[in-house]
T-cell receptor, first 110, second 114 residues
Framework: GQQVMQIPQYQHVQEGEDFTTYCNSS?????IQWYKQRPGGHPVFLIQ?????EVKKQKRLTFQFGEAKKNSSLHITATQTTDVGTYFC??????????FGTGTRLTVIP | DSGVTQTPKHLITATGQRVTLRCSPR?????VYWYQQSLDQGLQFLIQ???????AKGNILERFSAQQFPDLHSELNLSSLELGDSALYFC?????????????FGSGTRLTVV
C-alpha cells in the first residue's frame, strides 16, 4: 500500500469549535477521496479531489488538495454533534483508491 | 440503504471453522471490494473483483479467498479461523474497475471467533 499518514488519530472538540484532519503522502497522488464513518456505521463517500490546489465545499465541510498533490485536508467549521465519527482519506497514485488512511476519530462534546 | 447488501449481519463461530460472507453490489456496479476492520482499527483492503475477475489484491491471508459470480455477487471465504480474525468485514462496490465516483459500502458483517 501507499505510505499515507493521517493526523491526528483522535480529536475531541467542544461543539461549535472547528476541526481539521490531514492526510499526508510521501508520493504524488493522482486523486484523493474522503469518507465518513459514523459510530456503528459504514464508511460513506464524501468527495473526490483531483486537481492541484483544488478546494471544494460541502456546507460546513471544506476539502483541500495540496499544490504538490501530496497532502489533503478536511476542515469542519463550527462542529455539531452530527459530525461525530471517523474521517478517512483514501489516496490514489493512479490505479485505484484501495488503501485508506488510518482515520481521524472526531468526538464532539455538547 | 446504500444498495450494497451484505449477509449475514452477525456471525459467531469457533476457532478452526470456515465461514462464507456474501455481498450483493449496488445495481449496475461491476466492481466489488472487501475490507476488514478490526476493533477501533482502520480499513484494511483485502481484495477487489471486477466483472468476475480478480483485479487487485491487498493484505489478504492465504486462509481467505473470494470470488465474484456471473450475477456479480461476491463471497468471501474465511477458513481455519483464529481469534484474531474477529472483525467487521465490509463489502463495497463501484461502477467501474476504478472507483472514480467513490465506493458504496454495505453495512458489514460482524464476525466473532470464539
Amino acid at each position: 500500500g501507499q505510505q499515507v499518514m493521517q493526523i491526528p488519530q483522535y480529536q475531541h472538540v467542544q461543539e461549535g469549535e472547528d476541526f481539521t484532519t490531514y492526510c499526508n503522502s510521501s508520493t504524488t497522488l493522482s486523486n484523493i477521496q474522503w469518507y465518513k464513518q459514523r459510530p456503528g456505521g459504514h464508511p460513506v463517500f464524501l468527495i473526490q479531489l483531483v486537481k492541484s490546489g483544488e478546494v471544494k465545499k460541502q456546507k460546513r465541510l471544506t476539502f483541500q488538495f495540496g499544490e504538490a498533490k501530496k497532502n489533503s485536508s478536511l476542515h469542519i467549521t463550527a462542529t455539531q454533534t452530527t459530525d461525530v465519527g471517523t474521517y478517512f482519506c483514501a489516496p490514489s497514485t493512479g490505479a485505484n483508491n484501495l488503501f485508506f488512511g488510518t482515520g481521524t476519530r472526531l468526538t464532539v462534546i455538547p | 440503504d446504500s444498495g450494497v447488501t451484505q449477509t449475514p449481519k452477525h456471525l459467531i463461530t469457533a476457532t478452526g471453522q470456515r465461514v462464507t460472507l456474501r455481498c450483493s453490489p449496488r445495481s449496475g456496479d461491476l466492481s466489488v471490494y472487501w475490507y476488514q476492520q478490526s476493533l477501533d482499527q482502520g480499513l484494511q483492503f483485502l481484495i477487489q473483483y471486477y466483472n468476475g475477475e480478480e483485479r487487485a489484491k491487498g493484505n489478504i491471508l492465504e486462509r481467505f479467498s473470494a470470488q465474484q459470480f456471473p450475477d456479480l455477487h461476491s463471497e468471501l471465504n474465511l477458513s481455519s479461523l483464529e481469534l484474531g480474525d474477529s472483525a467487521l468485514y465490509f463489502c463495497a462496490s463501484s461502477v467501474g474497475a476504478v472507483g472514480n465516483y467513490g465506493y458504496t459500502f454495505g453495512s458489514g458483517t460482524r464476525l466473532t471467533v470464539v
